[in-house]
């Protein structure tokens, strides 16, 4: 740790811990009750049980997000936070929204729209943490005097994520038009600027794992970006198929929609490149794979499995299944989940009292139970979707009599889904296992400065 004022992200990470912990115990839950009987029918019935694990997974990966930045920023700027105080208050509000916000879905308080139900209260407060957020990274960068592409992309991605939420503040009365205004948050966040701030994050690991160029990295930036804006925006029209707009918006949205890997297979190749040319010799091997595994799985999932799908003709009979969760569950994870934990994992060392900095066996046993756990839900809920679209929409078979012919694919989920909990079991016990640290370990540094295998 360069700087003193980059202890904060321990807190953030420690929150994101918490509740991507929560969140698994609600998703499990989900999913035993396609099994039935649900002894919790009355208490925690299953469309609370969703909300509250769909929710978590937006919450703890922004938690995320912010601790990653926090953590970035003054190694980027080469300077101290600008308002410590300002961080651990930002964390404070961000931390009892998201608490008050669950107990309110426990008791059916929020507005219905999925994945943004929070009410308005809470809304408002998100707002605020994302102003003080942008604030005082903005006034960090600007002290410095130093700014790096790497910092004005994951800036920009975090200011258009905060934009962009704007819509899901409204209200409308309109069913069809809330679905309708709720894309322009939900997919331009998580296949749009959120690919930014993935980019930006993969790009600080690459720099200082593997010791690459970081104007070579930095080019490939420039290219996530152009990417995002072409296709990712255009590509929200996927989203439009059944909401009634006009017919052109369906070539439009699977033209666009398959262009969107693009973006993905450029980051893919750019973090093998990197690798390769280095020789994988940086000591912090455990961050290592879970950098390269988040680009891999995200091709997977985010890639292959979203172009699977999306195409118009494919998606009409897809649409609303569980092939779209199939491709939401490797999708998220790889793309958001595995980068925060690549940034977790790389900053640990630094963070921590005794942790090893390439990483413990508990670690290691973690990235491997999560990968394989995530493989077998994806493929469960595959099958599971493949039998569903044919029962359902080519049988014409009802729901209820679809979903009992294809139990036993949720039982290969919950399976795979225990082994992918305990994954991330290992990794929170490990996480929190070595005490914090608050005090100054590393000297300042020049970027690309590689001996004897650690950046210096």
Not at 18 to 45: E, H, N, R
Not at 144 to 172: D, Q
Not at 210 to 226: C, F, H, N, P, T
Not at 338 to 356: D, E, F, K, Q, V
């Amino acid at each position: 740790m360069r700087y003193k004022s980059q202890s904060v992200a321990y807190w953030y990470f420690a929150v994101a811990m918490v509740l991507f912990g929560l969140q698994l115990v609600f998703g499990l839950l989900s999913a035993t009750k396609y099994l039935g009987p649900d002894p919790l029918l009355y208490i925690l019935p299953f469309d609370v049980t969703k909300v509250i694990h769909t929710n978590l997974l937006i919450v703890w990966v922004l938690t995320g997000f912010m601790g990653a930045t926090y953590w970035l920023i003054p190694d980027e700027s080469r300077t101290e936070l600008h308002s410590v105080k300002l961080a651990y208050i930002q964390l404070i509000l961000w931390t009892l929204m998201g608490v008050t916000a669950i107990i309110g879905y426990l008791f059916r308080y929020g507005t219905g729209n999925k994945l943004l139900e929070q009410p308005l209260p809470h809304k408002l407060v998100i707002v605020v943490c994302m102003l003080i957020f942008i604030y005082n990274i903005g006034m960090t960068i600007r002290k410095s005097g130093r700014f790096t592409t790497t910092e004005g992309v994951l800036l920009l991605g975090i200011v258009s994520s905060a934009v962009l939420f704007v819509p899901a503040l409204l209200h409308y009365e309109n069913y069809t038009v809330s679905i309708f205004y709720r894309w322009w948050t939900i997919h331009l966040w998580v296949e749009g600027v959120w690919m930014m701030i993935m980019g930006a994050f993969l790009a600080y690991l690459l720099i200082r794992l593997s010791g690459a160029d970081r104007e070579v990295m930095e080019k490939w930036l420039y290219v996530i970006v152009g990417l995002v804006f072409l296709a990712g925006i255009l590509g929200t029209a996927h989203h439009y198929y059944w909401v009634g707009v006009p017919y052109y918006w369906l070539p439009i949205g699977g033209f666009f929609s398959a262009l969107e890997p693009l973006a993905i297979v450029g980051m893919a190749m750019y973090a093998y490149g990197a690798m390769r040319r280095a020789g994988l010799s940086h000591p912090n091997v455990l961050a290592l794979h879970w950098t390269l595994g988040s680009t891999i799985f995200t091709l997977f999932g985010a890639g292959l499995l979203g172009l699977a799908h999306t195409w118009p003709s494919i998606n009409k009979w897809t649409h609303g299944t569980l092939i779209t969760a199939m491709h939401g569950h490797a999708a998220f994870y790889g793309a958001y989940a595995m980068i925060t934990l690549a940034m977790i994992s790389y900053a640990l060392p630094s963070l921590t009292h005794g942790r090893p900095e390439k990483g413990s066996s508990i670690g290691y046993w973690s990235f491997w139970l999560q990968l394989g756990g995530m493989f077998g839900m994806t493929i469960s809920f595959a099958t599971a979707g493949i039998g569903q679209v044919y029962l359902e929409r080519i049988m014409g078979m009802g729901y209820l009599d679809a979903q009992l012919k294809i139990q036993i694919h949720f039982v290969m989920l919950i399976i795979c889904g225990s082994i992918f909990a305990t994954g991330v079991g290992l990794f929170i016990f490990d996480f929190f296992r070595y005490r914090p640290r608050f005090e100054v370990t590393e000297p300042e540094v020049r970027d690309n400065e590689v001996a004897v295998g650690r950046v210096v």
